[in-house]
């Protein structure tokens, strides 16, 4: 009913077949596969990773790769790529927009259903102002992906964690009435969610909230948990930069409780990919810490899962 699965992110060394037969042996059903620029690698940390290089695959590689996938019993849940499209360095964001279309097309050719990714955002304006400009630049791409039957599944992260981000962050869709805005603007089904209950905690919101008014938009799902730290709120206040009273954590290690995140999902029927994203910096120090946090999180999901 739920596939559970690994996003790629946090196995950067490893190539995208070790990435898939790693997940198999850890008992995973299927993977989220990072796709950033071969030739434009992200400093942020978790960005910059790439285990199918769409920018550097003709048709036949692309192939080759859906022939290879087919066999794997470990499938690709979606593509992921996650810049921000609408940068206000037009140069930079054109560029962005070009690669999330490339990696739509391979989405296509390899027949994998979903591709993740942010809307973006203009960080020094306001929202009325990004709203407009996405009205400008996201029908082109939400109508390739409609010509090509992929639904986009935008991930809900405000991306302000720090001071580059401020103050407005790089990813306008951060809230149900933003995403009711956008909705109203792109009607097309295929445009959706790729819904992480974690942004809704450090923003003090219901996080399943939108799982019982989003249902037919949820595309794809990320399983973080948070950890919000309330003696620093109390102390800096939900002004200051998120980072300074919040941690992304692993499922099992913070505020949100799994099981009934996963009754909901059941709740409106929900069947597809429920994917465990590592970003828990207590879980870093070494290749055993990743893989101790990878297993951890599956463990803590799978107690919710028949």
């Not at 060394?13 to 990072?34: G, K, N, P, S, W």
């Not at 989405?107 to 591709?115: C, N, R």
């Not at 962050?169 to 009711?180: A, F, H, Q, R, V």
């Not at 409780?257 to 429920?274: E, T």
Request: one cysteine or more.
């Amino acid at each position: 009913m739920l596939d559970l699965g690994l996003n790629s992110a946090i196995l950067p060394d490893l190539t995208l077949e070790q990435v898939l037969d790693y997940a198999h042996r850890a008992q995973f059903a299927c993977v989220e596969v990072m796709c950033w620029p071969s030739t434009n690698s992200d400093t942020r940390r978790y960005a910059g990773v790439s285990h199918i290089a769409v920018d550097q695959m003709d048709s036949l590689g692309l192939l080759n790769l859906k022939t290879y996938l087919k066999q794997h019993p470990v499938k690709i849940s979606a593509l992921g790529y996650y810049p921000n499209p609408m940068d206000p360095d037009e140069q930079q964001a054109s560029f962005y927009r070009n690669h999330i279309k490339k990696v739509i097309q391979a989405a296509a050719v390899l027949e994998i259903p979903v591709v993740n990714t942010f809307i973006g955002r203009d960080y020094t304006k306001n929202v009325a102002d990004n709203i407009a400009k996405f009205s400008e630049v996201w029908p082109e791409i939400i109508a390739l992906a409609d010509s090509l039957n992929i639904k986009i599944g935008i991930e809900n992260c405000p991306m302000f964690f720090t001071d580059d981000e401020w103050p407005g962050g790089k990813n306008l869709m951060t809230t149900p009435k933003i995403w009711d805005q956008l909705f109203s603007i792109i009607s097309s089904a295929n445009f959706g969610l790729n819904y992480d209950p974690s942004h809704m905690v450090w923003q003090q919101m219901d996080y399943l909230f939108p799982i019982h008014h989003y249902a037919d938009r949820l595309h794809h799902i990320h399983l973080k948990d948070v950890k919000v730290y309330t003696d620093k709120l109390n102390r800096v206040g939900i002004l200051a930069n998120p980072l300074e009273y919040h941690s992304p954590k692993i499922p099992g290690l913070g505020d949100i409780h799994w099981g009934k995140f996963i009754s909901a999902l059941h709740d409106v029927r929900y069947r597809g990919p429920i994917v465990i994203e590592v970003e828990d910096k207590a879980f870093e120090g070494s290749p055993e810490d990743i893989n101790k946090a990878i297993h951890t999180a599956r463990n803590h999901i799978n107690t919710f899962l028949p």
